[in-house]
C-alpha cells in the first residue's frame, strides 16, 4: 500500500531541531545539513507526487539553459502542506537572515512570518511561487545557478533529497560553489541521503575578512546523474517576478 504525503509538520517539530548549531554552520560554511527531515515512506511519497500530480507544470532544463532533465512547479498557490513547510522554515529563518543583513550593513530587515514577507514580494511585482522538484535521469544534471531575481531576495533556501543514492541513482551530488574577491571558486559537496534536507546560501551569505564582513557569492547545483532516476526538492522563501509576454514563467538566476 502506498504510503500518505508527508504530514504538516507542527511549529514545535521545527523547535527541537538545534537552531542555535543550524545558524553557527550557516555563518560559518554557507550551508547546514538536516538529517532524516523525511522518512523514507514519506519521502517516497513526495517523489511519487511529483511524478503524477497534474497540479505541477513541467518544463525542460535545456529551454531554460540550466542543465538536462525536468523542473516541475506549482503554477498558483502552493498545496497547504508545502505552505505551511514554508511558514515554519522561515519563522527559525528569519533571524538568521536579519543577522546577515545587519553583518554586511544592510537596511533591511526580513519579517518575522512568512505571510508578511510574501506581501512585501507581492508589492513589488513578485508572485511567481519560487517550490519545484527536479527529475534527473542518467546523464541529466542541474547546472550552477542562484534564485536572486527579484528586489526582494531572501538569502537561504531549502534542499531536499527524495530518492536513495546508491539505489535508486548513482551520482547526481548537491554541488555549491563560493567565490570570495580575488580568490578561485571553492567548490563543496554536500552529501545527502533519502529524506536528508540541507539549508544553504541562496546568492550572498557574509564571509569575516580582516577588515571585517564582506558578502561572498554562492551558486549551487546537482553533479550529473550517471544511473537511475534522482528526485529533489528546491523551495526559496522569496518569489520570483511573474514574467510576461513571451518570456518563460519560471525564472532562475545563473
Same mark, same amino acid.
Given at each position: 500500500?502506498?504510503?500518505?504525503?508527508?504530514? !504538516?509538520?507542527?511549529?514545535?517539530?521545527?523547535?527541537?531541531?538545534?537552531?542555535? &548549531? +543550524?545558524?553557527?554552520?550557516?555563518?560559518?560554511?554557507? $550551508?547546514?545539513?538536516?538529517?532524516?527531515?523525511?522518512? #523514507?515512506?514519506?519521502?517516497?511519497?513526495? #517523489?511519487?507526487?511529483?511524478? !503524477?500530480?497534474?497540479?505541477?507544470?513541467?518544463?525542460?532544463?535545456?529551454?531554460?539553459?540550466?542543465?538536462?532533465?525536468?523542473?516541475? @512547479?506549482?503554477?498558483?498557490? *502552493?498545496?497547504?502542506?508545502?505552505?505551511?513547510?514554508?511558514?515554519?522554515?522561515?519563522?527559525?529563518?528569519?533571524?538568521?537572515?536579519?543577522?546577515?543583513?545587519?553583518? *554586511?550593513?544592510?537596511? $533591511?530587515?526580513?519579517?518575522? /512570518?512568512?505571510?508578511?514577507?510574501?506581501?512585501?514580494?507581492?508589492? &513589488? =511585482?513578485? !508572485?511567481?511561487?519560487?517550490? @519545484?522538484?527536479?527529475? *534527473?535521469?542518467?546523464?541529466?544534471?542541474?547546472? %550552477?545557478?542562484?534564485?536572486?531575481?527579484?528586489?526582494?531576495?531572501?538569502? %537561504?533556501?531549502?534542499?531536499?533529497?527524495?530518492? &536513495?543514492?546508491?539505489?535508486?541513482?548513482?551520482?547526481?551530488?548537491?554541488?555549491?560553489?563560493?567565490?570570495?574577491?580575488?580568490?578561485?571558486?571553492?567548490?563543496?559537496?554536500?552529501?545527502?541521503?533519502?529524506?536528508?534536507?540541507? +539549508?544553504?546560501?541562496?546568492?550572498?551569505?557574509?564571509?569575516? =575578512?580582516?577588515? =571585517? $564582513? $564582506?558578502?561572498?557569492?554562492?551558486?549551487?547545483?546537482?553533479?550529473?546523474?550517471?544511473?537511475? /532516476?534522482?528526485? =529533489?526538492?528546491? %523551495?526559496?522563501?522569496?518569489?520570483?517576478?511573474?514574467?510576461?509576454?513571451?518570456?518563460?514563467?519560471?525564472?532562475?538566476?545563473?
Amino acid at each position: 500500500m502506498n504510503a500518505p504525503l508527508p504530514r !504538516t509538520f507542527p511549529a514545535e517539530s521545527f523547535d527541537t531541531l538545534n537552531w542555535s &548549531a +543550524i545558524g553557527t554552520q550557516l555563518d560559518r560554511e554557507g $550551508y547546514a545539513a538536516l538529517r532524516g527531515l523525511f522518512d #523514507a515512506d514519506e519521502a517516497r511519497a513526495l #517523489a511519487r507526487e511529483a511524478v !503524477t500530480s497534474n497540479a505541477l507544470r513541467r518544463v525542460a532544463l535545456e529551454s531554460l539553459d540550466l542543465g538536462r532533465g525536468d523542473l516541475l @512547479y506549482f503554477d498558483t498557490a *502552493l498545496p497547504r502542506v508545502w505552505a505551511q513547510w514554508c511558514t515554519d522554515f522561515y519563522r527559525q529563518l528569519a533571524p538568521v537572515a536579519n543577522r546577515w543583513n545587519a553583518m *554586511l550593513c544592510m537596511p $533591511y530587515r526580513f519579517p518575522a /512570518e512568512w505571510k508578511a514577507f510574501l506581501e512585501c514580494n507581492d508589492r &513589488a =511585482g513578485q !508572485t511567481q511561487a519560487q517550490l @519545484y522538484l527536479n527529475r *534527473l535521469g542518467a546523464d541529466d544534471y542541474l547546472a %550552477l545557478h542562484q534564485r536572486s531575481k527579484g528586489e526582494h531576495v531572501f538569502p %537561504l533556501q531549502v534542499v531536499v533529497l527524495l530518492s &536513495a543514492p546508491g539505489r535508486a541513482f548513482i551520482g547526481g551530488e548537491l554541488v555549491l560553489t563560493e567565490q570570495r574577491p580575488r580568490m578561485q571558486s571553492r567548490p563543496m559537496v554536500v552529501p545527502l541521503s533519502l529524506g536528508d534536507a540541507a +539549508i544553504i546560501a541562496t546568492a550572498q551569505r557574509p564571509f569575516k =575578512g580582516s577588515s =571585517g $564582513y $564582506y558578502p561572498v557569492n554562492l551558486r549551487h547545483a546537482v553533479s550529473r546523474v550517471r544511473s537511475g /532516476e534522482r528526485i =529533489g526538492v528546491e %523551495l526559496s522563501f522569496h518569489d520570483a517576478p511573474r514574467a510576461s509576454g513571451d518570456e518563460h514563467p519560471f525564472i532562475l538566476g545563473t
